[in-house]
Nanobody, 124 residues
Framework: QVQLVESGGGLVQAGGSLRLSCAAS????????VGWFRQAPGKEREFVAI????????SYADSVKGRFTISRDNAKNTVYLQMNSLEPEDTAVYYC?????????????????WGQGTQVTVSS
C-alpha cells in the first residue's frame, strides 16, 4: 500500500502561483512513477503532469506546459507541482497518484493509489 496526502491548494488570483505537495508513506515510494491529475466540477479527471521514479523524465498536458513544473524529493518521499501563471480554467481538485506500471503512464486507469485531493481555485 501507498498512502498519499496532498497539500498546498487554495484560492489565488489569475496570474498567481501555488505549489502543491504530495507526501507519501508505505511502500518504497521512490521506486514509482507519480502523476498529478485534476478534476473540475462536471468534468472527467484529467492528466496534468507525471514524473519518473528518478525524476529524470517528466511529461505535461499541453494545457499546462510551460506553466507547471513537477519535481520530486525521494529523500522526503514527496512530489511537488509548482503552478505558475494560473488561469481560472485551472480551477479543480488536484490529485496525486502512484502507478505500479512501468513507463510514463498518463491514463487515469493506470494508477493504483490516489490521494484525497486538494482544491485549487483561481479567481479572475
Amino acid at each position: 500500500q501507498v498512502q498519499l496526502v496532498e497539500s498546498g491548494g487554495g484560492l489565488v488570483q489569475a496570474g498567481g502561483s501555488l505549489r502543491l505537495s504530495c507526501a507519501a508513506s508505505g511502500r518504497t515510494f521512490r521506486r514509482y512513477t507519480v502523476g498529478w491529475f485534476r478534476q473540475a466540477p462536471g468534468k472527467e479527471r484529467e492528466f496534468v503532469a507525471i514524473i519518473s521514479w528518478s525524476g529524470s523524465s517528466t511529461s505535461y498536458a499541453d494545457s499546462v506546459k510551460g506553466r507547471f513544473t513537477i519535481s520530486r524529493d525521494n529523500a522526503k518521499n514527496t512530489v511537488y507541482l509548482q503552478m505558475n501563471s494560473l488561469e481560472p480554467e485551472d480551477t479543480a481538485v488536484y490529485y496525486c497518484a502512484v502507478t505500479l506500471s512501468s513507463g510514463l503512464q498518463i491514463g487515469v486507469d493506470q494508477y493504483d493509489f490516489w490521494g484525497q485531493g486538494t482544491q485549487v481555485t483561481v479567481s479572475s
